[in-house]
């Protein structure tokens, strides 16, 4: 292996597959990279350098900013300790956004989401900015870039998102949808939590809901709505974001 590098044994899934579970990390030309499912990534600006795609650079900057009137459904921020103008969100949110249940399930499912882990002085800022609640602030808060899970999940992260006009690789989502007999245009709707064992598909073209039991974001609110499994960013609950 290159000078430099390191490899990590990680813990095997069910359903992977020996090779599936090593992940090498290091540095090439100064450059951090890893390797996720036998391809090497590059790390540049707390994300993975995953494929650009022309329209999808169409939808958000280099940022995380989304263009063309499109609202994430959760909170996002920008955190001047790591960069002055780049986009961040809780993993939590990225989660639920996206239908996981929790963060956890998120990054397991997720393997090209760079998990990131916010220091004392930013959990702190966020804290003091209304971002995060204050029981957090001795405990594991872990994050994503907002480009990046817009990159990984598109439309399901866009309020009152719609499939293709809403995702980044339109040609990959519209395959995706045409199998499950959905339309580019039609609205994401309500999504169930994937690992879920009583999850079942959303009819096409039902709006979300906004009850406090289905994990989905109320549009407009001033916080995040959660299911009724874990905990959201300010509730008062022990477990860690």
Request: net charge neutral.
């Amino acid at each position: 292996r290159g000078r430099g590098s390191l490899t990590i044994r990680l813990p095997k899934r069910d359903g992977e597959d020996a090779d599936d579970a090593e992940a090498e990390e290091g540095e090439q030309d100064g450059r951090p990279f890893m390797r996720v499912g036998g391809k090497v990534y590059f790390i540049d600006g707390d994300e993975f350098v995953t494929d650009p795609d022309e329209k999808g650079d169409e939808k958000v900057d280099v940022d995380g900013n989304l263009l063309g009137g499109r609202r994430f459904k959760c909170h996002t921020f920008v955190l001047p300790q790591r960069h002055p103008s780049r986009q961040y969100m809780l993993a939590i949110d990225a989660a639920r956004a996206s239908g996981f249940r929790d963060s956890l399930y998120f990054f397991r499912r997720n393997p090209l989401a760079l998990k990131l882990s916010a220091t004392q002085p930013e959990k702190e800022f966020l804290i003091s900015a209304g971002k995060l609640g204050a029981h957090l602030k001795t405990r594991s808060v872990t994050l994503v870039t907002a480009r990046s899970a817009y990159k990984l999940h598109g439309a399901k992260m866009i309020l009152d998102g719609r499939w293709v006009t809403d995702d980044y690789y339109e040609s990959k989502c519209l395959a995706e949808i045409t199998e499950k007999g959905l339309k580019p245009g039609d609205l994401v709707g309500e999504l169930p939590d994937p690992l879920g064992a009583s999850s079942q598909a959303v009819p096409s073209g039902q709006q979300p809901t906004t009850s406090t039991s289905s994990g989905i974001y109320r549009a407009g609110g001033p916080t995040t709505i959660f299911g009724s499994t874990g905990w959201g960013p300010f509730s008062d609950g022990p477990h860690s974001a």
